[in-house]
């Protein structure tokens, strides 16, 4: 099973940018959600920070390539590379 890791780090008392702020909270419920309907072998965690606050939102596979400035559109591509889960 692939994990996907996505940052919902939030910076709540300072200027400085956070993953939270700029919508990762609505894109983990989104991957959770395409990758049931879609039935893909892969799971969703959060992450306190990936440490690439300025560009994120920031979505990572476990061990893999880095998603910056992640929106759904820029995601699509990274659900349709998934193998189907095995049952």
Not at 25 to 32: C, H
Not at 62 to 76: C, K, P, Q, V, W
Request: aromatic share 4%; with cysteine.
């Amino acid at each position: 099973m692939k994990t996907i890791i996505v940052c919902t780090n939030l910076r709540p008392f300072t200027t400085q940018p956070s993953c939270a702020r700029r919508g990762s909270e609505e894109l983990v419920s989104w991957l959770e959600s395409e990758i049931r309907s879609r039935g893909l072998d892969a799971g969703v965690e959060r992450s306190v920070c990936l440490g690439h606050c300025v560009v994120g939102p920031n979505v990572r596979i476990l061990g893999g390539d880095f998603y910056h400035e992640a929106t759904r559109e820029s995601l699509i591509p990274l659900l349709d590379a998934l193998p189907p889960r095995e049952d």
